[in-house]
């Protein structure tokens, strides 16, 4: 899970991506205790990988919220899968191979 440390790091990462990202680093309520809050759950490997998808958007001007990194971190999942074995996920429908080797 992701350590006050690692979100550091990618508020780092960010701030460095997007030199117009000014976070609250100070006070009761900043941008380190925001994620703590947010991605405190999510294994720092993942957090940097959906982080890193979202600057990597082309034409992106501006650090991603709270929630575009969230919907990145859901994507993970479904990242290098061709359209049809996609579709079939959202569809609940496992690949063959999986069946295959849940059936072994």
């Keep these: 899970m992701a350590t006050k440390e690692d979100v550091k790091k990618e508020i780092e990462y ?3 991506c997007f030199p117009n990202f000014y976070p609250v ?3 009761e309520i900043n ?4 994620f703590m809050e947010k991605f405190g759950d999510v294994p720092s490997d993942k957090l940097h990988e959906a982080i ?3 600057t990597d958007e082309p034409g992106r001007k ?5 929630g575009e990194i969230k919907y990145c971190i859901e994507q ?4 290098g899968l061709s ?13 063959m191979e ?3 080797a849940e059936g072994l």
């Design 14 to 16: 960010l701030m460095v």
């Design 25 to 27: 680093l100070e006070g």
């Design 31 to 34: 941008i380190i205790s925001v």
């Design 52 to 54: 890193a998808d979202c």
């Design 62 to 66: 501006y650090a991603p919220s709270i």
């Design 76 to 79: 993970l999942q479904y990242k």
């Design 83 to 95: 359209d049809f074995d996609l579709e079939m996920r959202r569809r609940g429908l496992k690949p």
């Design 98 to 100: 999986e069946v295959n």
